[in-house]
């Protein structure tokens, strides 16, 4: 079986753009959540979808968004970026909420 | 507010020694625990999940164990080989409003096992 996989691996973006990463979950699971990690802040909890509804959304802007498609996928999308932006991102796939996380190898991006 | 503590933050030991990473959770209302392995600038790895009503779980030369009253976890390494050096991650999972769940994750305890 296929684990997590987040495309692309790295971006580099400007202050004021948008972006978009991209979470393909481990077949047959339903549940997808974010996270951001940073050296200062650790791992923090960005959004959870289960069955393509959002039903958690951490303590974030709004310029974080996210969704969740019919065959699992997710996309995450940060808008107006920031510098303080550059972290790693990372998704999380499960059969479902409470049920054992797996994670992928995350998207690093850096805000220039 | 949930909060996650891992102390040491860092910890060093000779190959071959028998360790101890200590978790720290403030609502004991959770519904499970998980520890994790990041090794750098990759994503975390799985190692146990413990449910609330279990006391303990066992993988190879891991062991991780749950006392939910003190708000404490603790992840026992037997016999550290220099692979085992990585970050290791502890996560508390917790059922908020609406049935959604999400882990609230400690700092990590940077473990290096030295030849």
């Known amino acids: 079986k296929a684990g997590v996989t987040q495309t692309p691996r790295y971006l580099i973006k400007t202050r004021g753009q948008q972006v978009t990463l991209s979470c393909s979950p481990i077949?047959?699971?339903?549940?997808v959540s974010w996270y951001q990690q940073t050296p200062g802040q650790g791992l923090q909890f960005l959004f959870e979808?289960?069955?393509?509804?959002?039903?958690n959304k951490g303590n974030f802007p709004g310029r974080f968004s996210g969704r969740q498609f019919s065959n699992s996928r997710s996309e995450m999308n940060v808008s107006t970026l920031e510098l303080g932006d550059s972290a790693l991102y990372l998704c999380a796939s499960s059969e479902g909420p409470g049920a054992p996380a797996f994670f992928g190898q995350g998207t690093r991006l850096t805000v220039v | 507010k949930q909060e996650v503590t891992q102390i040491p933050a860092a910890l060093s030991v000779p190959e071959g020694e028998n360790l101890v990473l200590n978790c720290s959770f403030t609502?004991?209302?959770?519904?499970?625990l998980q520890w994790f392995r990041q090794d750098p600038g990759k994503g975390l790895t799985s190692l146990l999940l413990?449910?609330?009503?279990?006391r303990e779980q066992t993988s190879g030369r891991l062991n991780a164990s749950l006392d939910k009253s003190s708000g404490r976890s603790t992840l026992y390494i037997a016999a550290s080989q220099p692979g085992d050096s990585a970050t290791y991650l502890c996560a508390v999972g917790l059922y908020s409003g609406a049935g959604s769940y999400q882990l609230t994750f400690g700092k990590g305890t940077k473990l290096s096992v030295i030849p």
């Open positions: 979808y289960f069955s393509e509804t959002q039903r």
């Open positions: 413990i449910q609330s009503s279990q």
């Open positions: 077949s047959g699971h339903r549940s």
């Open positions: 609502d004991s209302a959770i519904y499970n």
